[in-house]
């Protein structure tokens, strides 16, 4: 449900603020929301096993005859529609994986991400990603050196933590307000010189799937 939040009129309005921060900072923000940073088959073949397991087990002690030909297909197919549902609900996989772990696939998608785009190769090294996980329920930020430079250290930390309080319940107006609030703290420590160029987009990359 969450993810159908983050539609085509939430990433203009996602673009339109980053419009209007970069007018008043030297910074070059990318959002990137994602559906998951990680494939999670593990958890869907792990949750495919255990229907498979539950199903098997009803079949052997249940008080129905089954044909015992038909049993190892009936195992088979309750695997496979039981990876099939894993696959579709992140109710399932976050249930099924550690929180340590979808920590890392978050931040391992950020990394790749900040390099990917290019935010990492910014002449005046102030890129700057916002990074949004939505199975993870994660949020993490990437600054480049020019920022880390000019926004004093106890400041940034603040907002790098106040920012990622939105990932617990993700929505497009929560982001748009931290996304601001940190606009701010970046427009009083790293104002708009006027001899930036914008090269990074400033709309919103949006990978639900």
Do not use: C
Not at 116 to 144: Q, V
Not at 154 to 167: C, G, P
Not at 190 to 207: F, S, V
């Amino acid at each position: 449900m969450t993810s159908k939040k983050f539609d085509s009129t939430a990433g203009e309005a996602l673009a339109q603020t980053i419009r209007e921060i970069e007018k008043s900072t030297d910074a070059e923000i990318v959002i990137v929301v994602r559906g998951r940073s990680g494939t999670y088959r593990h958890a869907d073949y792990l949750f495919g096993a255990v229907v498979a397991f539950v199903g098997l087990l009803f079949v052997l002690f249940s008080p129905f005859n089954f044909h015992v030909f038909w049993i190892p297909f009936d195992v088979v197919g309750l695997f496979v529609v039981g990876a099939f549902v894993s696959s579709r609900s992140d109710l399932i996989r976050r249930s099924l994986t550690t929180r340590k772990f979808r920590a890392s696939a978050a931040r391992t998608g950020a990394a790749s991400m900040f390099y990917e785009a290019g935010i990492a190769n910014t002449l005046a090294e102030n890129g700057l990603l916002i990074y949004l996980s939505l199975l993870e329920r994660r949020l993490d930020m990437i600054a480049d050196r020019g920022i880390l430079k000019a926004v004093p250290p106890l400041k940034w930390n603040n907002a790098v933590f106040e920012l990622k309080k939105i990932a617990r319940q993700p929505d497009p107006e929560s982001l748009i307000k931290a996304a601001r609030d940190l606009g701010s703290l970046l427009a009083e420590h790293l104002p708009a010189t006027g001899e930036n160029p914008n090269e990074l987009a400033d709309g919103p990359r949006i990978e639900l799937k």
